[in-house]
């Protein structure tokens, strides 16, 4: 596939990377070229130095004969105006993120078709829907929903009280419908086994169908869903997140610095309370009695201020806590210093965008414990490997597991005896070890 990326900030660089390491044909624009010197150093791709929108540059970059155009600097302008001459040069499809408050009312995150560009994503939006989901949870560190929102891989830490600790995974009881799909132990990540046990501390990732994953969740973290939330930052993300929290009969109390911010927030919602103020000071937590609240969200523009508020909100009391952080390198600190869920808009967007470059047989693809593992979405196609055989019998490769299959509308976690149709998707997660063997499972075979 011939790919041209604009923009080489942390989302395209990660982009690049990646598909360079999956042998596409890359061209990397940026004007900056020390940011292409960056890349050039790390992957074997092509850069061009000048402006994405520009219509000279496109041209130069054949964008023409793209298969796929990504725009992703960090102007929305420029986004959109690279999408659109990209697609009026006969680019097949393109893709433009758009960050700012304009274009936060894009519905669920993503939109098709808009001014003819394929895609266009917001991810504050989508990074403002995964804490919505975790606030809806009983005690999920994230929430992954795969198939049409038929199957949900939940993301848990046991504590040292949990009920699951020290049995083997063959003798939990689990629902019908559920699976443990793989154990993150000492920040290693590995599909266990019938006869593993699990751990204080470990973090599991459960697949199962949609609507099953509560009482699954409660067996292993005994946690609920949150009914207060305390969000520190009322701008894109925060007001996002406001507003599907209220629509969730959720109290809602947003602490926003900026007196102008603070007034206009409230009167677009009047349901959610806001309080004009430095979500840092631990007083103003205090007085308005923060820890009582299920879960806190901090959703500021500075990484800085997410960390310590949510530092603070813990030692007030909050039970779980979320932190947005806008540089990636920094999430395992955010998480050893004791914060419980560390999100970023730009991984966010990468999923998202990567989701977009994959062959017909591979739907989507979530990427896990910074590239440890992988969940993909496959379709079994008309004369691969995978059809008419029990599952028993496939001979998955060890480091993999089949957690879904949904046929015809109806999601099911399979058991040894189902048998894959062609035109079903299955869900799998994978080491990135074992993902190429996983693939060409449901490769149709040449003859």
Not at 41 to 50: C, I, K, S
Not at 213 to 229: D, L, T, Y
Not at 334 to 342: A, F, H, S
Not at 434 to 442: D, G, I, K, N, P
């Amino acid at each position: 596939m011939y790919v041209v990326m604009v923009g080489m900030g942390e989302v395209g660089r990660y982009v690049t990377q990646v598909l360079q390491s999956e042998q596409h044909d890359v061209v990397a624009i940026d004007n900056d070229k020390d940011a292409l010197d960056r890349v050039g150093e790390r992957a074997d791709v092509a850069t061009l130095t000048g402006y994405g929108s520009s219509l000279e540059v496109l041209k130069q970059a054949r964008a023409h004969e793209a298969d796929l155009v990504v725009a992703v600097t960090n102007f929305d302008e420029i986004n959109l105006l690279a999408a659109l001459a990209s697609k009026h040069l006969g680019a097949r499809r393109t893709i433009a993120r758009l960050q700012g408050k304009e274009y936060s009312n894009i519905e669920e995150g993503i939109q098709y078709g808009m001014l003819g560009i394929d895609v266009v994503l917001n991810p504050r939006v989508l990074v403002a829907q995964e804490m919505a989901k975790i606030a809806r949870s009983h005690g999920a560190l994230d929430v992954i929903s795969l198939a049409g929102n038929r199957i949900e891989v939940v993301q848990l830490e046991l504590a040292a009280n949990s009920k699951v600790l020290h049995k083997p995974l063959l003798n939990l009881h689990l629902p019908e419908q559920v699976l443990v799909a793989a154990v993150v132990r000492d920040r290693e990540l590995f599909v266990p086994g019938g006869a593993d046990v699990l751990l204080p501390g470990d973090r599991v990732y459960l697949v199962g169908r949609s609507g099953h994953m509560e009482s699954v969740e409660e067996q292993f973290c005994g946690g609920r869903e949150a009914a207060r939330v305390c969000i520190v930052g009322g701008g894109v993300v925060g007001e996002a997140l406001a507003r599907q929290l209220v629509a969730a009969d959720i109290e809602v109390l947003v602490i926003e610095k900026g007196r102008d911010a603070a007034e206009k927030l409230a009167m677009a919602h009047p349901k959610v309370t806001v309080v004009q103020g430095d979500g840092t000071n631990l007083t103003l937590l205090e007085e308005e009695l923060v820890g009582s609240y299920d879960l806190f969200c901090a959703c500021s523009h500075e990484d800085e201020v997410n960390l310590m508020s949510g530092l603070l909100a813990k030692r007030v009391g909050v039970k779980r806590t979320v932190c947005l952080v806008h540089r990636p390198d920094y999430m395992d600190i955010y998480r050893q210093l004791g914060i419980d869920v560390v999100l970023s808009p730009r991984l966010v967007a990468s999923d998202h965008i990567l989701r977009w470059v994959r062959q017909t047989e591979l739907k989507s693809l979530t990427i896990l414990e910074g590239g440890q593992a992988e969940l993909l979405e496959l379709e079994a196609s008309e004369g691969s490997r995978v059809l008419g055989t029990p599952i028993r019998r496939l001979n998955f490769p060890r480091g993999a597991i089949l957690g879904a299959i949904v046929s015809q509308g109806t999601a099911r976690v399979p058991r040894g005896d189902d048998l894959i149709q062609a035109g079903d998707t299955v869900v799998v997660l994978t080491t990135s070890a074992t993902r190429s063997q996983v693939e060409r499972l449901f490769k149709r075979r040449m003859l």
